[in-house]
């Protein structure tokens, strides 16, 4: 049931993806691909059902290795790596409780950036990732706390953030002043 509930937050982003690589075909798509591109904002989808979460996180890399090219230099390299190995390490990035027994089935993370050749000469490159965590304790899980996500990657500084959970849907914005929520 998550993964089809979290359709249709996909379908936009891949929407607003596709939008971006046909920028030179068409500049109205362009424009409105950019406009969701916003340095500082990212975006997150959660899905809690019975004891399984699935976790959808896009960000401009900007927010989260403060730059959005191929890297350049070593440290660019090392930047890029860092932010990789935080990125598969989601239950403590994502303010999981312990208390939940979450343990992380399945991750991916997407970017022109992890590539080989690296952002292929784009000028907004994003960095999405996905997880999905099975709970052995699923009551134990009321809400996360992204404010280890605010302190590793302070560029951070909102999160507009789709809920689907026990109480229906609901949408907010989560900011390093505000960085709990609850299902």
């Not at 927010?63 to 390299?77: K, T, Y």
């Not at 239950?91 to 993370?109: D, I, M, N, T, Y």
């Amino acid at each position: 049931m998550p993964r089809l509930l979290l359709a249709l937050p996909l379908a936009l982003l891949t929407t607003l993806v596709q939008a971006e690589d046909a920028h030179h075909h068409d500049e109205p798509r362009h424009r409105e691909a950019l406009a969701a591109h916003e340095h500082g904002s990212a975006r997150l989808n959660l899905a809690l059902d019975g004891d399984a979460l699935e976790i959808e996180f896009a960000s401009p890399a900007m927010n989260l290795l403060g730059f959005e090219h191929a890297p350049r230099s070593d440290a660019d390299r090392a930047m890029l790596a860092a932010a990789r190995a935080r990125l598969e390490q989601p239950l403590g990035l994502f303010g999981v409780p312990a208390a939940a027994g979450c343990q992380v089935r399945e991750h991916s993370l997407h970017s022109a950036l992890f590539e080989p050749a690296g952002a292929g000469g784009q000028e907004h490159s994003e960095i999405e990732a996905r997880y999905r965590l099975q709970c052995s304790a699923a009551d134990a899980l009321q809400g996360l706390n992204l404010a280890a996500l605010f302190g590793t990657f302070p560029a951070t500084q909102k999160i507009q953030v789709q809920l689907i959970g026990p109480r229906g849907q609901q949408g907010l914005e989560l900011s390093p002043e505000r960085s709990g929520l609850t299902f």
